[in-house]
C-alpha cells in the first residue's frame, strides 16, 4: 500500500461535524466530481480508484441527504493497478449543486466555492482533507524527495485550496499541469504540517519517523563521506611531503637542517598521518611537542628547497 492510499484511508475513517462534513463533501466533488445531461436529467458524477474514499462519499452523501447512489466498477488499462469507481448521483441533484457550492454565478461547475461554506477553522481543514481524499498524493517520506500535491481541473479551485493553506502556513503554490493545475507542498516540514491540519495523526507519526530515520541515515552518509575525503586528502599531501623529502635527502644527505631533519622523520614513521597525529607523535621522540602549525610551516620549507633544488639542476 502506498503512503497516499494509507493516508487516504485514515482520513476516510474520520468522524466531524456537519458543518465540515459538507464542506469536505463539497471539495470532493470540487477536485473529483462531473456533470453529465443525458434524457433522464442532470447527474453528478464522482469518480476515484480508492475503495475508502469511495464509502466515504456515500457515507456523507446518506448522512447529509438520505439519498441513494449508484456506484459502478470498470476495469481500468493494464497500466494500472486498481478498478475506477464511478458513483452516479441522480438524485437532489440541484439541490446538491447549491448547498455544496458546485456551480458560480456565472454557472460555471467547479471553480469556485461560497465563503461560507470554509468560514470556520474546521471547515477550511474538512475542505482540505476532502480535496486530498479526491485528487491528492504524497511522495513516501522514504524516498529521495518530499512532494504533496493536490490535482484540480480548474485555477480558480488549484488557488482555492492554495489560500485556504496559506492560512495555516503551508507555503502552498500553484502550477499547471497536463491535466489541469495542481496545489503542491515541496517542503517536509510543510508536508507534516498538512498531514496536522487534515487531521491524518497516524499517517504524520509513520511520516515524521521515516523522515527522521532517513534524514539521520543520511547525516551518517555525509559524516562518513566527509571523513573519507579528508582521509585522501591528508594521504595525498602526506604522499607528496614524502616526494619533496626524497629529493631534499639525495641532494643534501647530511646538510639538511636539524628542524627538517626532526619533520623528515615523523613523515617516514608515520606516512599516512595528518598533521595533528604527527604533532602528537612528536612527543614519543623530541623533547618538547612540535605544534601543528610548526610542522605545516617545515614542510613547507621542504617543498620550497626541494623545488629550488630542482630548479639548479635543471639550470646546470
Known amino acids: 500500500m502506498s503512503f497516499s492510499t494509507e493516508v487516504k484511508t485514515e482520513l476516510a475513517n474520520l468522524h466531524h461535524s456537519e458543518c465540515c462534513s459538507k464542506a469536505e463533501l463539497s471539495a470532493m466533488f470540487h477536485i ?20 475508502a474514499v469511495t464509502r466515504k462519499m456515500m457515507k456523507l452523501l446518506k448522512e447529509l441527504y438520505h439519498i441513494d447512489i449508484e456506484v459502478l466498477s470498470k476495469k481500468t488499462t493494464s497500466f494500472q493497478k486498481h478498478d475506477l469507481f464511478v458513483l452516479h448521483i441522480k ?36 475542505y482540505l482533507r476532502g480535496a486530498f481524499l479526491a485528487g491528492g ?31 495555516f502556513l503551508l507555503n502552498t503554490k500553484v502550477a499547471k499541469n497536463k491535466r489541469g493545475y495542481i496545489a503542491y507542498i515541496k517542503e517536509a516540514e510543510k508536508i507534516a504540517d498538512f498531514l496536522r491540519v487534515v487531521g491524518a495523526t497516524n499517517s504524520l507519526f509513520d511520516y515524521e519517523d521515516s523522515r527522521i530515520k ?31 623529502i626524497k629529493i631534499v635527502e639525495d641532494k643534501l644527505h647530511d646538510q639538511i ?14 606516512p599516512e598521518s595528518t598533521l595533528h597525529e604527527l604533532s602528537y607523535a612528536s612527543l614519543e621522540y ?11 610551516h617545515r614542510f613547507r620549507a621542504i617543498r620550497d628547497l626541494a623545488i629550488s633544488l630542482q630548479i639548479q639542476e635543471e639550470t646546470l
Open 137 to 167: 498524493s504524497c511522495n513516501s517520506p522514504e524516498t529521495a524527495s518530499y512532494h504533496l500535491e493536490i490535482q484540480t481541473f480548474s485555477e480558480p479551485q488549484a488557488e482555492v485550496l492554495a489560500n485556504i493553506s496559506k492560512e
Open 91 to 126: 438524485d437532489q441533484v440541484d439541490y446538491l449543486i447549491n448547498d455544496l457550492s458546485l456551480m458560480n454565478k456565472n454557472a460555471l461547475f467547479f471553480q469556485d466555492t461560497a465563503p461560507e461554506l470554509i468560514e470556520k477553522e474546521c471547515c477550511k481543514r474538512a
Open 257 to 270: 637542517p636539524d628542524s627538517m631533519k626532526e619533520a623528515i622523520f615523523l613523515r617516514k614513521a608515520y
Open 32 to 51: 473529483g466530481g462531473s456533470i453529465e445531461i443525458s434524457s433522464e436529467g442532470i447527474q453528478l458524477i464522482f469518480q476515484t480508484t480508492n475503495n
Open 214 to 244: 532517513r534524514d539521520f541515515k543520511n547525516s551518517i552518509n555525509r559524516v562518513i563521506n566527509c571523513d573519507i575525503a579528508n582521509e585522501k586528502k591528508a594521504i595525498d599531501a602526506a604522499n607528496k611531503q614524502l616526494e619533496f
Open 286 to 296: 623530541f623533547e618538547d611537542q612540535i605544534s601543528k602549525s610548526a610542522l605545516n
